[in-house]
């Protein structure tokens, strides 16, 4: 039988194309990929909306998957086609483990492609003369510009702005499971550099590469992946009900598990140095999910949390470890600044618990609008006969038997639920309370930093810190990924590759007036604005640390805390 299979795959293919794909083959795949996008796609008509994007309008498409001629063009047209939804959460993945390094990364300061960070493990103190704060000007004769205009053809990260600085990072860094062409690099690169001092400099630079070149479908190594987040002990939020259990793998809101080319994305350790006589408490543990401390300024102790993302591995380990230093907080300070730069997100639950700790009156919660499939029509059905079977109140059954209906009614209808509670039974949410039914919260002045790369659930956590009136948001917007996710979904089985698919809308409470955008109570690509403006990327905030920052966010907390 396996050699039937074989001589007849021979002969579909071709003798002189053997290991490419064919054209019905490329054709079968990008359909399969439409059609994946076509059944799960949740914001297709935000983005017809706000881009003028039909995602169902394929016949352009598949003109150009006609038109290519290898293998890596094919996965190009398949990126490009996801890319064009704009969206962060949304990604076409490359079946490659491939990446090459130079050694150290870059980012956009003051609108130019800077150096952030040498890595000392690849690039040994002294074999270069180049500095962080150099500006990187071409690479192998192409300008900083037309490489991040290639690369950002392959992928979105919601809007502009943030879209470009992925692109910058991933200058030198390459990832094939993002670009497919990356397996082209060569073994050096011809650098260009304009120095602090204005003269350019010239360097060659060896690549540094692991993983499997994908030139061709072949017998390359599958992308890892995360496994799926199952409903283990340690990852349902303390004290939910068993009919809500059915429904946790709803609340992923993570950005893809790619990695970002950004510096201290998704780390412990701020992108920034706190202030001298920073006295620290959380951080440097191995098991810390947060950093913590606090600092004196202008008379007033003021605390710090960096919460790098919210998907720990122990979520009651972390929660446990939360309120610990929010009782510290409000027993030791006068005002409170809480990080989630540069934050991909997470568990949706998790952030609502982590938010409730910070509110002092019931606040809007975590609902969304789903666009079913059959699995999530069970999957309600279940919670339901769970809520009956565990003995749960009458309303609690009644509230579940309705939202049964309104996604099944979604489901027939091919469109999206109305908004639904994600993690309560109701819409809104109490602030924290103790073993003994007392309020466990921060009560003191908070002030929020945010950034183009808090994404996903940390922009919940940011929009409902904000529609409560809790406190500031301070720095610049959020990237714009408002959405639940499903991700690792097959998009064709002959080119192996995998596409992460938006399937849930995650609505604000109040509608938000942006300019450049309809008003919508949505931050998908909207972000979430700061209500105090200041861009940690500039050149100054780079070369000292972020002090500039520090110190705007300082006075900023300071002048709440006056009032």
């Known amino acids: 039988m396996k050699r039937t299979v074989l001589v007849l795959l021979s002969i579909s293919a071709g003798v002189n194309c053997w290991g490419q794909l064919t054209p019905g083959q490329k054709l079968e795949d990008f359909q399969n990929l439409a059609s994946l996008y076509a059944k799960q796609y949740a914001p297709y008509q935000w983005k017809e909306q706000l881009f003028n994007y039909n995602l169902f309008k394929i016949s352009p498409w598949v003109a150009m998957v006609q038109q290519t001629t290898d293998d890596l063009g094919f996965y190009e047209i398949m990126s490009e086609y996801v890319a064009a939804l704009n969206d962060a959460h949304s990604v076409y993945l490359n079946p490659s483990d491939f990446s090459a390094y130079l ?26 003369s180049f500095q962080v704060g150099d500006e990187l000007v071409m690479v192998d004769n192409q300008t900083t510009a037309d490489i991040m205009t290639n690369l950002s053809q392959f992928f979105s990260d919601a809007n502009p702005v943030s879209t470009s600085r992925d692109a910058a990072g991933y200058i030198p860094f390459r990832a094939q499971i993002i670009d497919p062409r990356a397996e082209a690099v060569g073994a050096t690169a011809t650098v260009v550099i304009k120095r602090q001092a204005g003269n350019l400099e010239t360097y060659t630079i060896p690549w540094v590469t692991s993983g499997t070149p994908l030139t061709k479908v072949g017998p390359v190594p599958f992308p890892q992946k995360t496994a799926p987040r199952l409903a283990t002990a340690k990852n349902i939020p303390p004290n939910t009900p068993g009919y809500r259990i059915p429904l946790l793998y709803l609340t992923k809101s993570r950005l893809p598990m790619i990695k970002k080319a950004v510096l201290n994305f998704d780390v412990l350790q701020p992108v920034f140095n706190l202030p001298s006589g920073f006295v620290q408490r959380l951080g440097n543990g191995p098991s810390d999910v947060f950093f913590t401390g606090t600092y004196k300024s202008g008379g007033k102790t003021i605390g710090y949390i960096r919460i790098a993302d919210f998907g720990p591995n122990d979520i009651a380990g972390a929660e446990t470890s939360f309120d610990g230093e929010i009782a510290y907080m409000e027993q030791n300070t006068d005002g409170l600044v809480v990080d989630v730069m540069r934050n991909p997100g997470g568990d949706v639950c998790y952030t609502e618990d982590l938010e409730s700790r910070l509110m002092t009156k019931s606040f809007h919660d975590a609902v969304f609008e789903l666009r079913p499939q059959l699995s999530d029509v069970q999957a309600f059905q279940y919670a339901e006969q769970q809520a009956a079977a565990s003995g749960e109140p009458n309303y609690v059954i009644e509230i579940l038997q309705q939202q049964v209906r309104l996604v099944m009614r979604a489901y027939q209808q091919g469109g999206l639920t109305v908004p639904i ?25 908070i002030l929020l930093l945010t950034d183009l790369f808090s994404a996903s659930a940390a922009e919940l956590f940011a929009s409902m810190f904000q529609d409560a009136q809790r406190g500031k948001n301070f720095g610049t917007r959020t990237m714009g990924a408002g959405g639940t996710v499903s991700d690792g979904n097959p998009a064709g089985y002959y080119s192996e590759g995998q596409a992460n698919v938006t399937q849930g809308l995650i609505i604000r409470e109040n509608p938000v007036n942006v300019a450049g955008y309809p008003k919508a109570p949505l931050y998908e690509n909207i972000g979430v ?35």
Not at 108 to 128: E, M, N, Q, R, S
Not at 421 to 445: E, F, H, M
Not at 543 to 549: K, R, T
């Open 103 to 128: 050694g150290f990364a870059a980012d956009i300061y003051d609108g130019k492609v800077l150096i952030d960070f040498i890595d000392p493990t690849v690039i040994a103190p002294g074999t270069y």
């Open 421 to 445: 509670p994600v993690c309560q039974i109701g819409s809104t949410r109490a602030p924290n309370t103790n073993s003994n039914g007392k309020l466990a919260i921060y009560d003191k002045p």
């Open 529 to 563: 604005q700061a209500d105090i403006q200041s861009d940690y990327m500039t050149t100054s905030n780079l070369l000292h640390g972020g002090a500039d920052y520090v110190n705007a966010f300082t006075q900023a907390i300071l002048a709440m805390i006056g009032k």
